[in-house]
T-cell receptor
Framework: DQQVKQNSPSLSVQEGRISILNCDYT??????FLWYKKYPAEGPTFLIS?????DKNEDGRFTVFLNKSAKHLSLHIVPSQPGDSAVYFC????????????FGTGTRLQVFP | EAGVVQSPRYKIIEKKQPVAFWCNPI?????LYWYRQNLGQGPELLIR????????DSQLPKDRFSAERLKGVDSTLKIQPAELGDSAVYLC??????????????FGEGSRLTVL
């Protein structure tokens, strides 16, 4: 039972345009959501997070949107750069038990010139 | 500041052989995690340590997997005997307890295991 789903295994975007990566979850107990980025042969690195008390969190070119009623979140990257090419993992947990992170299967983003 | 260090980076073994992975977390990080990432999947938690105590090993296949974190610093994860299905990347991560409440884990580069 996949509690965190990233239904798009890959996404290709032109440099300068917006990249939108989507994530759906099924567990209504999830209150905290994170995005991790992973380059080949490296471990995942934390990118941005959002708690359920917010519907948007922004950090530079990266913005995460949360729609609790739809159990959906998305990561927007504007403008996309070739260095953003990586695998992006969505993760979720109950707010007071973030040691129980559940990861999605990842979306491979390719940004081409 | 040095990141999470794992070794070996790559390991190829035949089934039924033992294998061990080592992790050195970021200095001062009291929480240590071992995750397994199968091909095309996200990381899945195997075990979590708070200092030297394993506080969550519910996902660790205890018949063949074992882990230890002596002195609450370095950790080793062992598989004996390995099976074909154990082929995966084994990721170690660490965090400070406070930061762990925000979900920010610091991952190592991983150890890729291939079982033939």
């Amino acid at each position: 039972d996949q509690q965190v789903k990233q239904n798009s295994p890959s996404l290709s975007v032109q440099e300068g345009r917006i990249s939108i990566l989507n994530c759906d979850y099924t567990n209504s107990m999830f209150d905290y959501f994170l995005w991790y980025k992973k380059y080949p042969a490296e471990g995942p690195t934390f990118l941005i997070s959002i708690s359920s008390i917010k519907d948007k969190n922004e950090d530079g070119r990266f913005t995460v949107f949360l729609n609790k009623s739809a159990k959906h979140l998305s990561l927007h990257i504007v403008p996309s750069q070739p260095g953003d090419s990586a695998v992006y993992f969505c993760a979720a947990s109950p707010l007071y038990n973030t040691d129980k992170l559940i990861f999605g299967t990842g979306t491979r983003l390719q940004v081409f010139p | 500041e040095a990141g999470v260090v794992q070794s070996p980076r790559y390991k190829i073994i035949e089934k039924k052989q033992p294998v061990a992975f080592w992790c050195n977390p970021i200095s001062g990080h009291n929480t240590l995690y071992w995750y397994r990432q199968n091909l095309g999947q996200g990381p899945e938690l195997l075990i979590r340590y708070e200092n030297e105590e394993a506080v969550d090993d519910s996902q660790l296949p205890k018949d063949r997997f074992s882990a230890e974190r002596l002195k609450g610093v370095d950790s080793t994860l062992k598989i004996q005997p390995a099976e074909l299905g154990d082929s995966a990347v084994y990721l170690c991560a660490s965090s400070l307890r406070l930061i762990a409440n925000t979900g920010e884990l610091f991952f190592g580069e991983g150890s890729r295991l291939t079982v033939l």
